[in-house]
């Protein structure tokens, strides 16, 4: 194991009290979780937590602002409209969904929460 430089929540760090993107999971929520990080006029970043859920039948997101998004923890499928195949999305997994590139969330894991980081910006 290597050792690191720094330990991890130190009071030493420039940052006393940083957040965690994995702190306060929910185990089953009725509708996504969303939490804003950062938002400017050019980029907003959320931290997106899912416990199961899908997008209603028929609806399909249609977002002025491109979108980059990874899964962090847990496990999704995004559908695209324009025929584009289904992407199964687990830990480390991102994918870059162009403005108005219409698409829904077909699942989310059900067996543990599944946190996404969205980076949303404009072209």
Same mark, same amino acid.
């Given at each position: 194991?290597?050792?690191?430089?720094?330990?991890?929540?130190?009071?030493?760090?420039?940052?006393?009290?940083?957040?965690?993107?994995?702190?306060? %999971? =929910?185990?089953? /929520?009725?509708?996504?979780?969303?939490?804003?990080?950062?938002?400017?006029?050019?980029? !907003? *970043?959320?931290?997106?937590?899912?416990?199961?859920?899908?997008?209603?039948?028929?609806?399909?997101?249609?977002?002025?602002?491109?979108?980059?998004?990874?899964?962090?923890?847990?496990?999704?499928?995004?559908?695209?409209?324009?025929?584009? %195949? =289904?992407?199964? /999305?687990?830990?480390?997994?991102?994918?870059?969904?162009?403005?108005?590139?219409?698409? !829904? *969330?077909?699942?989310?894991?059900?067996?543990?929460?599944?946190?996404?980081?969205?980076?949303?910006?404009?072209?």
């Amino acid at each position: 194991m290597i050792p690191r430089p720094y330990p991890c929540l130190s009071g030493s760090m420039p940052n006393p009290n940083p957040a965690n993107l994995f702190s306060d %999971l =929910p185990d089953k /929520l009725a509708a996504e979780l969303v939490d804003v990080l950062v938002k400017t006029p050019s980029i !907003r *970043i959320e931290r997106i937590v899912s416990t199961g859920q899908r997008s209603d039948a028929g609806f399909w997101y249609d977002q002025e602002e491109n979108e980059w998004v990874i899964v962090l923890k847990g496990s999704a499928q995004l559908c695209f409209a324009d025929g584009t %195949l =289904p992407k199964t /999305l687990c830990p480390g997994d991102h994918v870059t969904i162009p403005a108005h590139q219409k698409h !829904r *969330i077909d699942w989310t894991s059900a067996s543990e929460p599944t946190v996404w980081l969205a980076v949303f910006y404009s072209a």
